[in-house]
């Protein structure tokens, strides 16, 4: 599990190395965080020597690291240009410390240094230099970055863009890329307004990842991104922030997926009760059950309204179907009967293709409170308790809730564009105030513990799972987690479900195609990620450090 950090935690644990009891000195930190882009970068574009640089270097910080790149890739055999952007005496010491050395260096001929500051940019002879350069470096905003690009780098950013889509310049970004908000990805401007985010190759970024790199439209402006822990402190690497969030490792998977012991038996697996559907949404129902079977689960129980299940019977045999009640979705006359059932069933889901009747809420409503086991929702089971926050509350700690964007918005009254604005704080703050675990799909996804209020960012899945079904089977993915014995927790349940559904999305991608695989075929390729996972797996363990947890 990597955290993932705000630019307030990262200030926080920068200041916490160089100014607490650890001492690390300024120009230090910097020092290894330029020297961690030379050499990371040198392994991606195959070696400095006799590679044309421009190195833009910003007024804070950012700016800092790219004159201690300058000196790197220079004595790698690099010729740069080094675009100073800010005056020399608005600089921290420490950046001030390295321009100074690399004013030593400047020798007209493999370090041209451009003191941008206080003249103006020669844009035609950038144009030139951009033309004949292979390597980008942006080192103009980092961590500090708010608001939209103001000029000069708005226009050095467009310059920036224009020359690498035109060429196959290589832009590497340092920390960051230069207009994306470390805390939500959200971006600098708009398409009319022209000043755009840096479109980089690769980031290196320091100490911690960002969650303006995971989150979408950030994350396409980062490329492929590395971390360099820059020399800090192990206990800073380490120390839980507040407010935290974590981006899910496959480690972290197999650390809690165990083996199956070779002693257990159907029972150790859990037994699914899935409870849904209605008369013209039989596949919903089919497919959240056929997740459950390829989630490994012990017995799965599909409960349909009675005029459904002549559509659900047979289709698979190892899914259990009853019809319940006369009609062609359920009512809550009809919950008694599986009240009785639930008591031997580890876990009821509910939701995929439920239909929005009322008389379906009241059922959902009687269920969930004449039961004890773990519930998950999604989908209609969802749109019908929109408004139900005071009753979702008291059994929240055994619910978790799976909406998407769209079916989010509706239950917490966010707006799509508040919801987007800062997807975490939206998540957390919906789950801490309907006391509830929450898996709130999307690309990425995050899941949040009603525990502890910890978020966790899926890193698997792609575009070809956006079609109809796919939530139906992570549905009973999630159901058939929470039911294995050695699940220590059912938001961490949830989270292995999330990234396994994902993982099994990358698999049908690469070896189906991008355009086109279904769900069933998703599901179908579960066991396959799980066994690919095989070799990691840990011993048994009762208690996974982190998610859900403490
Ligand atoms: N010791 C450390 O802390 C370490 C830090 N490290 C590095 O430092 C980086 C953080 O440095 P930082 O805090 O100086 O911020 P940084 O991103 O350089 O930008 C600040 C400047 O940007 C300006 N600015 C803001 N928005 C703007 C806009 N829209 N358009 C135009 N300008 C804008 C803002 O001006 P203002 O708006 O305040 O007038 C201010 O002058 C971090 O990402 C990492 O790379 C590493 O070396 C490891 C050790
Ligand atoms: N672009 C994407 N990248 C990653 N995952 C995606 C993407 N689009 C959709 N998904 C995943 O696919 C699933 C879609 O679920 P949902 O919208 O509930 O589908 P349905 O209700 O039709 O079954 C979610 O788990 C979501 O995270
Ligand atoms: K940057």
């Known amino acids: 599990m990597q955290k993932l950090n705000t630019a307030t935690q990262m200030r926080q644990m920068d200041h916490a190395a160089m100014y607490g009891e650890y001492a690390v000195a300024p120009a230090i930190l910097m020092e290894n ?36 790149i300058a000196r790197h890739i220079q004595a790698a055999g690099a010729r740069v240009y080094v675009y100073v952007l800010g005056c020399f005496q608005d600089y921290s010491s420490e950046s001030r410390q390295h321009l100074e050395t690399l004013f030593k260096l400047e020798d007209r001929e493999t370090c041209i240094i451009v003191r941008c500051g206080d003249e103006n940019i020669d844009w035609q002879l950038l144009k030139h230099r951009l033309q004949d350069s292979q390597i980008v470096i942006d080192a103009m905003l980092g961590t500090g970055f708010h608001g939209n690009l103001r000029e000069p780098i708005s226009s050095v950013t467009a310059v920036i863009n224009e020359a690498a889509a035109a060429s196959d310049l290589t832009v590497i970004a340092v920390d960051i890329p230069t207009g994306v908000d470390s805390d939500t990805g959200a971006v600098s401007g708009s398409q009319e307004e022209e000043n755009g985010p840096v479109f980089a190759d690769m980031t ?9 790199l995971v989150f979408y439209p950030g994350r396409l402006c980062a490329g492929h991104v590395e971390l360099d822990l820059i020399g800090m402190p192990a206990p800073l690497l380490k120390k839980s922030e507040d407010d935290p969030a974590y981006w899910l490792q496959e480690s972290d998977i197999s650390e809690i997926l165990v083996p199956r012991s070779p002693d257990s038996h ?12 209605c008369s013209d949404m039989a596949g919903a129902a089919l497919m959240a059950a056929h997740g ?32 319940i009640g006369n009609g062609s979705f359920f009512i809550e006359k009809d919950a008694e009967y599986i009240v009785s059932e639930c008591r031997s069933w580890s876990v009821l889901a509910m939701g995929p293709g439920m239909g929005k009747n009322r008389e379906t809420k009241k059922f ?21 308790l929109t408004g139900e926050q005071n009753f979702i509350r008291s059994f929240g700690n055994r619910i978790i809730m799976t909406p998407h964007l769209a079916e989010f918005s509706r239950l917490s009254g966010y707006s ?37 209020g910890n978020a966790y960012v899926n890193p698997t899945g792609n575009s070809g799972m956006a079609c109809g079904g796919m939530g139906d089977i992570l549905t009973g993915m999630i159901a058939a987690m929470t039911a ?23 698999y049908c991608r690469n070896h189906v195609g991008q355009y086109g695989f279904t769900p069933m075929e998703l599901a179908d390729a579960i066991p396959k990620v799980i066994s690919q996972l095989g070799e990691a797996m840990a011993v048994p363990r009762l208690q996974h450090p982190m998610i859900g947890g403490r």
């Open 292 to 323: 459950a079977v390829r989630c490994g689960a012990g017995k799965v129980f599909l409960r349909v309204p009675s005029q459904t299940a002549p559509y659900c019977i047979g289709r698979q045999p190892e899914i259990m179907v009853r019809g």
């Open 364 to 384: 959902i409503q009687y269920l969930i409170s004449h039961t004890e086991c773990p519930v998950v929702l999604d989908a209609d089971a969802l749109n019908l």
């Open 416 to 452: 799509l564009g508040e919801i987007r604005k800062d997807i975490i704080y939206a998540a957390k703050r919906f789950a801490a105030a309907w006391h509830v675990n929450l898996v709130l799909k999307g690309a990425p996804t995050v899941i949040v513990s009603a525990k502890t």
């Open 484 to 506: 294995h014995e050695t699940m220590p927790d059912i938001c961490t349940a949830a989270s292995v479900g999330v990234y396994l559904h994902g993982a099994a999305g990358d």
């Open 204 to 212: 290196i970024t320091f100490g911690a990842l960002k969650r303006g």
């Open 33 to 68: 965080a330029g020297h961690a882009v030379a050499e990371r970068a040198e392994k991606y574009i195959g070696g400095w020597l006799g590679k044309d640089v421009i190195i833009f270097c910003g007024k804070g910080n950012n700016g800092g690291d790219g004159f201690v």
């Open 266 to 277: 159907k029972g150790s697996h859990g037994t699914i009760g899935i409870v849904t559907g």
